[in-house]
């Protein structure tokens, strides 16, 4: 039981290039999330998907597209790099989408845009 | 809206001393409150949580009790130990839809042996 697992580690990018991160959960959740994490900016939300077959914006999608492949898959594309994208990004799910639902996180992607 | 504000740190404790990390909220609602922790290198992952007012979520020695008089979720733990050095968020999910949640910016937390 992997979890949540996220591919690749780390990826360098130059800025116009583009890349699709990619998250998997073998835990049967319904829901999944994308957020980005910034030096003393805590965690923010880029998109989530509230079952298979649905996809929301978070707070911060400008930039960023989402595929929900299947239940088990919530992949994120960056369409055109920019050095702003440079942050670590962290894919996570949960059982439900009720508030009370503890969400998972996988072990994260760290990005560098130069 | 709804925000969380957390103690700045690093905080830097020796081992066996008391741990408090502050936290407030804000929010409309009946929010849940979570305590989460990331060890170097790895994702966050749940450290407590709790759903009502005065509900105490505990786990691994640590405890907070949500306080919606003072709309506040403080961490604490009574003896730290050197392998509790990690970066700590606290963060708020509306009750009752989506469970986005809502981070603070995370405390480092160094314990010395």
């Known amino acids: 039981n992997a979890g949540v697992t996220q591919t690749p580690k780390f990826q360098v990018l130059k800025t116009g290039q583009s890349m699709t991160l990619q998250c998997a959960q073998d835990?049967?959740?319904?829901?999944m999330y994308w957020y980005r994490q910034d030096p003393g900016m805590g965690l923010r939300l880029i998109y989530y998907?509230?079952?298979?077959?649905?996809?929301d914006k978070g707070e911060v999608p400008n930039g960023y597209n989402v595929s929900r492949l299947n239940k088990r898959e919530f992949s994120l594309r960056l369409e055109s790099a920019a050095p702003s994208q440079t942050s670590v990004y962290f894919c996570?799910?949960?059982?439900?989408?009720?508030?009370?639902?503890?969400?998972?996180f996988g072990p994260g992607t760290r990005l560098l845009v130069l | 809206g709804n925000s969380v504000t957390q103690m700045e740190g690093p905080v830097t404790l020796s081992e066996e001393a008391f741990l408090t990390i502050n936290c407030t909220y804000t929010?409309?609602?009946?929010?849940?409150l979570f305590w989460y922790v990331q060890y170097p290198g790895e994702g966050l992952q749940l450290l407590l949580k709790a759903t009502k007012a005065d509900d105490k979520g505990s786990n691994k020695g640590f405890e907070a009790t949500y306080r919606k008089e003072t709309t506040s979720f403080h961490l604490e733990k009574g003896s730290v130990q050197v392998s509790d050095s990690a970066v700590y968020f606290c963060?708020?999910?509306?009750?009752?839809?989506?469970?986005?949640?809502?981070f603070g910016r995370g405390t480092q937390l160094t314990v010395w042996p």
């Open positions: 929010a409309t609602g009946y929010p849940s």
């Open positions: 963060a708020l999910s509306r009750g009752s839809t989506l469970g986005r949640l809502y």
């Open positions: 835990m049967n959740h319904n829901s």
């Open positions: 998907s509230a079952s298979e077959g649905t996809t």
């Open positions: 996570a799910s949960s059982q439900g989408q009720g508030g009370r639902e503890t969400q998972y």
